[in-house]
């Protein structure tokens, strides 16, 4: 009977032995390169990301940031860069290189920041869309300090296996009192 109060012991102690933790926060800093450029109604939309190729306009600062509970890893990652100076950079590179919108005209200028990832669990309030495996999150940039952020969960790989294996040790041990106790009833039965 010692042998199954350690067992229920050891099981009633799975969660506590998985502690809540904070990630150690990761900051990286990456370019933010020109995407694509159209002209639409007088409207001239320029896409940024950080994975585009060609020269950087500007610098972006990604922090990652996260905090584990028992069962889940939720990140936040917080994107930042200089609004006013990417503006600048980008009508510089317009005005400079005719062949980006081959001599279109426009009246309004809109930067568009896509954060292009694979995780598909990223949320963010940004506009989702996903072609293929890539899921882009579209942000508007604004002339002043940008800043968007965007959640992840992921799913706590030592905590799932501990409940699966306390759920296991469990069933073992629910199925061999059950067998003890029906033997030991059995056997009275069968005596009288």
Request: glycine content about 8%; some cysteine.
């Amino acid at each position: 009977m010692s042998k199954t109060l350690i067992l229920i012991i050891l099981l009633a102690l799975t969660f506590t032995l998985v502690a809540c933790n904070e990630v150690e926060p990761s900051n990286s800093t990456y370019g933010v390169y020109l995407k694509s450029a159209s002209v639409e109604d007088g409207v001239c939309t320029v896409r940024l990301s950080r994975s585009a190729k060609g020269d950087s306009l500007g610098e972006s600062q990604i922090v990652v940031e996260g905090e584990e509970d028992h069962f889940f890893t939720h990140y936040v990652y917080s994107v930042t860069f200089d609004g006013e100076a990417i503006f600048c950079a980008v009508e510089q590179l317009l005005t400079q290189d005719g062949t980006i919108l081959d001599g279109a005209e426009y009246s309004t200028l809109k930067i568009v920041y896509d954060y292009d990832t694979i995780y598909k669990s990223i949320k963010s309030d940004g506009v989702h869309t996903k072609s293929g495996r890539t899921n882009t999150h579209s942000f508007e940039v604004s002339k002043g300090d940008f800043e968007v952020h965007l959640n992840r969960q992921t799913p706590r790989q030592s905590t799932w296996y501990a409940v699966l294996i306390g759920g296991a040790v469990a069933t073992v041990v629910a199925f061999s009192i059950a067998h003890l106790v029906r033997g030991k009833y059995g056997r009275k039965t069968q005596e009288n």
